[in-house]
């Protein structure tokens, strides 16, 4: 088992510039998280998905912020336009279904926008 | 979900028990107690859960008190490698929304 897996695992980019986050969660685990974690705000829940279907966006701080899910072994989580106060490392979690103790974490990306 | 509140550092010598409070006043009957940790960039993992007895694994164990408002998450032989934030999450399982919130944690601080 390979666990969570994240791509890449660290970005720079230039404000104003699309940034794509990809995550490929355990194989069957039906529920996917997006967290994000900055040193002021700790370690957010940006959205979560059960069955490939967003369940839960009520963190994704504004428009700019937009994750998919199109099958069960792929997610992504697009920035557009990035914004300096979008650095943060950004973590994807995965679980069976309704099992809070059975959360895998992945190794996160590390973001910087310039 | 109830919340939690916990000290936001503590120290340990190695090889010593590590005893970490939380706190959860308005828990309710149908919450669980979770704890996680964080090591130094890397992603939260799962320690140990437990709803009103006493638990342990490899890993940890658990203790929550009778009236169930806190509990304690006990590192028997803590090592330099245990240096990482504690986080303490309550909430209902298998409720309406699967997702864990994560609070501010303890830093503990495994010293040699």
């Known amino acids: 088992d390979a666990g969570v897996i994240q791509s890449p695992r660290h970005e720079v980019t230039e404000m104003g510039q699309e940034v794509t986050l990809r995550c490929k969660p355990i194989s069957g685990h039906n529920s996917l998280f997006w967290y994000r974690q900055t040193m002021m705000r700790g370690l957010e829940l940006l959205i979560y998905f059960n069955n490939n279907v967003p369940i839960d966006d009520s963190g994704m701080p504004e428009d700019r912020f937009s994750a998919k899910m199109p099958n069960a072994s792929f997610s992504t989580l697009k920035i557009q336009p990035s914004e300096p106060r979008d650095s943060a490392v950004y973590f994807c979690?995965?679980?069976?279904?309704?099992?809070?103790?059975?959360?895998?974490f992945g190794s996160g990306t590390r973001l910087t926008v310039v | 979900d109830a919340k939690t509140t916990q000290p936001p550092s503590m120290d340990c010598a190695e090889g010593r028990a590590a005893n970490l409070p939380c706190n959860h006043s308005?828990?309710?009957?149908?919450?669980?107690v979770y704890w996680y940790r964080q090591i130094h960039s890397q992603g939260p993992q799962y320690i140990i859960h437990g709803l009103k007895n006493n638990e342990t694994n490899e890993m940890a164990s658990l203790i929550i008190t009778e009236d169930r408002k806190s509990s304690t998450l006990i590192l028997p032989h803590a090592t330099l490698r245990d240096t990482a934030v504690y986080y303490c999450?309550?909430?209902?399982?298998?409720?309406?929304?699967?997702?864990?919130?994560f609070g501010t944690g303890t830093l503990l601080a495994v010293q040699p």
């Open positions: 999450i309550v909430r209902a399982y298998g409720g309406a929304t699967n997702k864990l919130i």
């Open positions: 979690a995965s679980s069976p279904s309704a099992n809070p103790y059975g959360y895998t």
């Open positions: 308005t828990i309710s009957g149908n919450e669980y």
